[in-house]
């Protein structure tokens, strides 16, 4: 039996290297739905190469030009919010939550309830909402693997590892586009200078996140949220050529360290063929090439995000909503040229501030409604602080 496939956010990165996996072997599978936004072109072309059932942009302005682009095809076009849901609503085995940004929390959430396997690319879910998922797939026998090359190391590593005989966790990071930079000149870097990475091809949105350590503050956080590791436990390293992605330290001194290339089919091919494990398409690493592994501190005064994802993961209940939504609304305001770099992590810090001193983040139970209403008091709160820094 082929097995069901559903892919949030086909046209991004992570879905365009899940397409070039499942491509290799389409016979094996059955794909339910596909999912992207403005780019509807790619998104056809997808949902045709992939024989899916259904295809939805999340903007229903741009139903038409799917529906022409997909007639003849025997590919239903459908689109927006609602249509994107009832796609997550239809049975698969697997599905691949790629969307950025808090938009791919709910397909991801909802697809769940199958009892499925959900490959968890977008992070946003899990810093704003980790408990919640992994309740939800208690709840129906689901499995969460993550599609985050940090935490795929960190899983694997674990296979038939007592969880109780970790005493430390170490997440590497690449350093970004600024890791040699002058600290002194970070003020001034501009957009495009913080919009390519050194080792990895990803989003937009990302690349600037690894640039300003934001994204690797967010994946303290999911690995909390997703191993629950204490706070303490949590180490980051710098470690320039991306190639070890995660340690795990016992308590007899020995460490396991995941090894791999930079290239991220290697995460989402684990996550399609785990339990098992299957060749996959990516470079063998010659370490007499590469020669050597280097490694440095991750310093909070360059990289201000690891300070704040520590405060977050110490307030718990609802502050992983609010970060995510403060650090989404200050990075729009870069993108725009409405802040500068360095202004993102202020920005970030004074609407978790506000929250708290406001008290805004409850001790009642995570819900989707409590998540969103979090999500809209930071957006706001941010859009009031970004106008006043920048008047
Ligand atoms: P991307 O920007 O390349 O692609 C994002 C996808 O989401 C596109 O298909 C886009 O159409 C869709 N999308 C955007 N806004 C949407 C909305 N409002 N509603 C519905 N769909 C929307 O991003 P990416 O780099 O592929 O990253 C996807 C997710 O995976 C992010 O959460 C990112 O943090 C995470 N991630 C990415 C990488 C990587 O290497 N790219 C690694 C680890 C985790
Ligand atoms: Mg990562």
């Given amino acids: 039996m082929p097995r069901r496939i559903s892919i949030f956010g086909v046209t991004g990165s992570i879905g365009q290297s899940t397409v070039d996996l499942i491509k290799r072997d389409l016979r094996s599978y059955d794909i339910v739905a596909v999912s992207g936004g403005h780019n509807v072109a790619q998104l056809a072309r997808d949902a045709i190469d992939l024989q899916a059932d259904v295809a939805i942009t999340a903007y229903e302005h741009h139903l038409d030009d799917l529906s022409a682009a997909l007639a003849g095809s025997g590919v239903e076009a459908a689109a927006g919010t609602a249509a994107l849901l009832e796609a997550a609503d239809r049975p698969t085995d697997w599905c691949m939550s790629a969307i950025v940004g808090l ?6 959430f909802r697809a769940l309830k199958h009892g499925g396997t959900l490959a968890l690319a977008n992070k946003e879910s899990l810093v704003s909402a980790g408990a919640l998922l992994r309740e939800e797939a208690n709840k129906y026998g689901a499995t ?40 002194e000149d970070l003020t001034g870097a501009t957009l495009q200078q913080a919009s390519s990475h050194p080792n990895w091809d990803m989003g937009q949105r990302i690349t600037i996140d690894s640039a300003s350590m ?65 060749s996959l ?32 993961m110490k307030m718990g209940g609802l502050s992983g909503a609010g970060f995510t939504a403060a650090k989404d609304a200050a990075l729009d305001a870069f993108i725009a040229g409405r802040c500068g770099f360095m202004d993102m992590a202020g920005i970030v810090e004074d609407v978790l501030s506000r929250l708290s001193r406001n ?14 209403a979090t999500d809209q008091l930071a957006q706001t709160y941010a859009a009031e602080i970004i106008a006043a820094r920048a008047s």
């Fill in 103 to 108: 938009a791919g929390f709910e397909p991801g």
């Fill in 144 to 183: 969460i693997l993550p599609v985050d090359s940090e935490h795929s190391a960190i899983f694997q590593s674990l296979i038939g590892e007592d969880i109780s005989a970790v005493e430390r966790v170490i997440i590497t990071a690449s350093g970004g586009a600024f890791r040699d930079w002058p600290l």
């Fill in 214 to 278: 934001f994204n690797k503050a967010m994946e303290v956080i999911e690995a909390k949220e997703l191993f629950d590791f204490t706070p303490d436990e949590i180490e980051v390293l710098i470690h320039p050529q991306s190639m070890i992605h995660a340690m795990i330290g016992f308590n007899d001194g020995g460490l396991m360290a995941h090894v791999g290339p930079a290239d991220m089919r290697h995460a989402i091919g684990f996550a399609l063929h785990w339990p098992d494990r299957t």
């Fill in 281 to 312: 398409p990516v470079e063998r690493l010659d370490f007499a090439r590469i020669g050597r592994f280097d490694f440095r501190n991750a310093c909070e005064t360059r990289y201000p995000a690891l300070r704040l994802a520590r405060e977050v």
């Fill in 359 to 372: 008290n805004e983040y409850g001790c009642g139970a995570l819900s989707l409604e409590a998540i969103r």
